[in-house]
């Protein structure tokens, strides 16, 4: 089982990757159902549009070197394929849209595809699952989501708002490419602002030629043909390199990948079965040794120690790959999300699953290697006496573990650093390139670095608990037998730090990764108010702000949702909001920022994000009142914060717009400046003052500056607005506001109902708009699942290792049994060997987790130290060998297994 259960699960994973790469027929029929060609227009006519026969998403055309504008005149596109085809060609046409339907709810924003996707040709990419496709203009087809959020069942009404139009439902459409979650209506016809995709025209019974497909191209219309797909000719460009499926794109990262885990797996299960082939030899030392006293030879006693592991192994082989495919199967099943397009089919690949099952052999072949070579170096005398020695550490294994755990330390600082090089190459004017050798060395030096200090650990694992046992000795009789036991089988022992110190490591590392990952996220995001409101924008018409009619009808639709409390926001007027002809007269209002602000573009015209991020904050200056800032803060504000915001200050919600003297300063920018400008930000400087490298983007200088007096407000996230002052100060500032905004806190977190519920009572206004803020996903569900992964691991390990502790040990729970030894000191020392074994394997390997860690920290400026979850790696470090040991002292032997004791020699 020790075999087969790594051998299914890898043989589970191998065919759920190999099942997710379709055939050539499965991917047209994915695409085209039983129609034979598809037809898009993607560019006005031009005579060198050329496509890729098997991807019409690739196609280009002739630009000219140094412009890259197009060689021929653009044209607008067609508005109809239908002309360009023969004359009586049936055709069938299908539109994307986005349409509001009306749910139980309130009102929810919905896809919709337009046009007869319920005909018979689209079986395989359309299909209808209940009821049938819709006869005339008055009926629809609706995915089962949509359906259970209408609250209808088939023949009842489908109700869209904006234009208000009630439909029959006539059956239940299944779209091959779409998640079972995902609402969808299938409409006769839609209004022309509902259309929001591109418009495809199939056609049931004619699969194009390459020429005619040639001919399409030159008036920008692109195909995708099940004939020419199949058989693609040869074109002589770089659109050759096309495939219609490519399945090494998916079988590349499974052996990539499968190569890794295969190799953390080969390595767990040559330390546990090797331990459990040294202690199945010293089991059968009498019959080893009777076999030698008849005449068999040392290598007689080495090739029955092997061919066990070879049985073994096969047999652990044999049985994972049927437990793999059984449970792909389930699996497959419970993964389903209803996209087709995941999982095409039931494809295990036999090559794949016969290199698995080969591995497994191999290494429960090469586990027996070196308990054989120890079972040959036989004292028959000894043996068949039943006298054994306990293991002595070398004393060669703490140098060598000492200079494998620094050269490991040595090699994860080293690739830091060299990472850092790379980086610093980049602004230095001699980039290093991704696939040069200095930049990839550091990235494989900063995780082999701790894989060879966890190997030094385990080098210097048995010295280590020699060393430990004199301290734990006077804990209690309990600790000293414990972990005299584990230095006396330095084999098993070792083993067993090792598995659980890889597990560890490579949980620890997981959690930290992930959690940087996600924490990277959240550190890029602004929500536009405090997680879990409810924020509500209030849009006006052209360059004319909403009116207070609108504005007041939004607040009342807010206010029904009984909200704890309402924030209301304005934003001053932008340059582009001022009329054209008062520009020249006018002023826009900005926040501005403490420090200069002086962005360097890069060849694509991108700048620092720090930088950027100071540009940001210029455009977070709001206006709001008193009774607000409970919803926009988050909680209530300090005496401090109410009294600055009365008194005509600002509340700053990051000190990069505080000055040196703690104030804020508003900017005023002329509007006519700004809006050529395209906002109070301008290139200049370098070859091409657009953009590019060496142009330099800054603030031009505003008009003129008002000083107010600040408070610095701390919140958990930054938010869209980040300068607030009162209107009342805005009024004495000359600030004119426009569009408005309302935040809404509640008790629980705003969810989707309320924003349909919103979007029901506005009936689909234009000029109102409401999201639920919630923020980037959290890492605590991967965290647990990682944390239950490793857990899971270290319980088997340690299953495997303290279940061999138990047996080899059995002899010595009889003899404590016989002195008078309690079943509660026998618990105990079940306890202390589970806790031993796991604390000291668990805090090197977790020690070994946090070195790539430590250096992705330290070579990334976006990963940060508070991002790693500490509790999560004091569970595993710490919470994971306390299971451990209570669950070894629960399950321990309560009665013992009387047996002759023969005394140690």
């Keep these: 089982m020790l075999i087969a259960l790594p051998v299914a699960g890898l043989a589970t994973a191998a ?72 004359a009586g060609t049936p055709t069938l046409r299908i539109d994307a849209a986005t349409v509001f339907m009306k749910t139980t709810a309130g009102v929810a924003s919905v896809s919709a595809l337009v046009g007869p996707a319920g005909d018979p040709a689209f079986v395989g990419r359309y299909d209808v699952v209940q009821g049938h496709a819709p006869s005339n203009e008055h009926e629809v087809l609706v995915t089962q989501s949509a359906l259970d959020d209408i609250g209808a069942v088939i023949g009842g009404d489908l109700q869209l708002r904006n234009p208000d139009r009630t439909f029959t439902i006539t059956g239940i459409v299944d779209i091959v490419d779409q998640l079972d979650s995902t609402r969808t209506v299938v409409l006769p016809d839609a209004e022309p602002g509902e259309l929001l995709g591109q418009a495809a025209w199939y056609l049931p019974d004619d699969a194009l030629t390459w020429e005619q497909i040639q001919q399409l191209n030159t008036q920008g219309v692109t195909a995708l043909s099940r004939t020419v797909a199949l058989n693609p000719p040869i074109t002589g460009t770089e659109m050759d390199a096309a495939q219609l499926v490519n399945p ?36 059968q030392q009498r019959a080893l040794a009777m076999t030698a006293s008849v005449g068999a030879t040392k290598k007689d006693l080495r090739r029955i120690m092997v061919l066990q ?18 449970g792909s199967w389930a699996a497959m099943r419970l993964l389903d999300d209803g996209n087709r397009t995941v999982y095409w089919s039931y494809a295990p690949l036999p090559w794949l699953l016969a290199a698995i099952a080969a591995l497994a052999v191999v290494v429960g072949t090469a586990s027996a290697l070196l308990p054989a070579r120890s079972a040959a170096k036989v004292d028959v005398l000894a043996m068949l006496r039943g006298a054994r020695r306990p293991q002595r550490a070398k ?71 020699t060393q430990l046992s004199r301290p734990i000795s006077r804990v209690g009789l309990a600790p000293r037998l414990a972990v005299r036991d584990a230095a006396a089988n330095g084999t098993r022992s070792a083993a067993a730090l090792g598995s659980i110190g890889a597990a560890v490591m490579l949980g620890t590392f997981i959690v930290g990764a992930l959690s940087l990952t996600v924490g990277t996220q959240a550190h890029g995001y602004t929500p536009p108010a405090p997680l879990g409101s409810l924020f509500v924008e209030v849009y006006g018409t052209g360059e004319e702000p909403p009116s207070d009619a609108r504005v007041q009808r939004a607040e009342g639709i807010v206010q029904a949702q009984s909200p704890a409390s309402v924030a209301i926001l304005r934003s001053p007027v932008s340059a582009y909001e001022v009329p054209e002809g008062d520009r020249a ?41 008193a009774d607000s800032l409970p919803a926009l803060l988050g909680r209530s504000p300090s005496g401090q914060e109410i009294r600055t915001f009365r008194d005509g200050g600002a509340l700053v919600f990051d000190n990069e717009l505080l000055s040196p003297d703690g104030k804020s ?29 060496g142009a330099v983007l800054e603030l031009t200088p505003p008009e003129h500056i008002e000083t107010l007096p600040a408070v610095l407000v701390k919140t958990p996230d930054q938010y869209r607005y980040t300068t607030l002052i009162s209107e009342e100060t805005a009024a004495d500032l000359g600030i004119e506001t426009s569009q408005v905004s309302f935040v809404a806190a509640f008790d629980e977190p705003a969810d989707e109902q309320m924003v349909e519920a919103i979007n029901g009572a506005s009936g689909i206004d234009a000029g109102i708009s409401a999201q639920a803020v919630t923020g980037p996903p959290s890492p605590v569900l991967g965290i647990l699942l990682v944390l239950g ?24 729970d009889a003899t404590l049994a016989a002195v008078g030894a309690t079943p509660g000191l026998r618990r105990g020392i079940s306890f202390w060997q589970g806790l031993i074994i796991a604390l000291l394997g668990s805090l090197t390997g977790a020690a070994a987790g946090l070195l790539p860690i430590w250096g992705l920290i330290a070579a990334s400026p976006y990963m940060y130290a508070e991002d790693i979850p500490w509790w999560a790696i004091a569970a595993i470090a710490v919470g994971l060998p306390l299971l451990v040991a209570a669950a070894n002292a629960l399950t321990s032997r309560r009665r013992p297994v009387v047996t002759r004791r023969t005394a140690i020699a």
Aim: glycine content about 12%; overall charge negative.
């Design 15 to 86: 065919t759920l990757a190999t099942s997710q790469i379709p055939t050539p027929e499965q991917y047209l029929d994915s695409q085209l159902g039983k129609t034979q060609t598809r037809l898009t227009i993607v560019s006005g006519p031009d005579p060198s549009l050329r496509q890729a026969p098997v991807d019409p998403s690739w196609w280009s055309v002739d630009v000219d070197s140094e412009t890259v504008d197009p060689t021929h005149a653009v044209e607008d596109p067609l508005d109809d394929v239908v002309p360009l085809l023969p």
């Design 248 to 283: 090494w794109s998916i079988l590349s990262g499974v052996l990539i990948g499968g190569s890794i885990v295969a190799a953390f797996v080969a390595y767990q299960i040559a330390l546990l079965a090797g331990a459990a082939f040294s202690v199945s030899a010293r089991r």
């Design 309 to 326: 592991g070879l049985v073994l192994g096969g047999l652990g082989a044999a049985l994972g790959i049927v437990l793999g495919l059984a």
């Design 395 to 465: 004393r060669s294994r703490p140098i060598w573990s000492i200079v494998l755990i620094i050269a490991g330390v040595a090699i994860t600082a080293v690739s830091v650093a060299g990472i850092l090089w790379v980086r610093a190459s980049a602004d230095g004017g001699d980039p290093i390139r991704s696939d040069d050798i200095r930049a990839i060395s550091p990235q494989i030096g900063i995780f082999a670095g701790p894989i060879l200090a966890q190997i030094g650990v385990i080098v210097g694992g048995h010295w280590l608990l």
């Design 585 to 625: 007269d006018a002023e826009v209002a900005l926040a501005v920022p403490g420090k200069p602000v002086r962005c360097t573009g890069d060849e694509n015209g991108s700048i620092d994000d720090a930088c950027g991020h100071l540009l940001d904050l210029t455009q977070g200056l709001y206006v709001t009142t």
């Design 665 to 693: 300063r508003i900017g005023f920018w002329n509007a006519e400046q700004a809006f050529e400008n395209g906002g109070p930000a301008a290139w200049n400087e370098g070859d091409n003052v657009q953009m590019g490298e």
């Design 789 to 812: 992964a490793t857990g899971i691991l270290m319980l088997g390990t340690s299953a495997i290792v303290l279940g061999l502790a138990r047996i080899d040990g059995a002899a010595d």
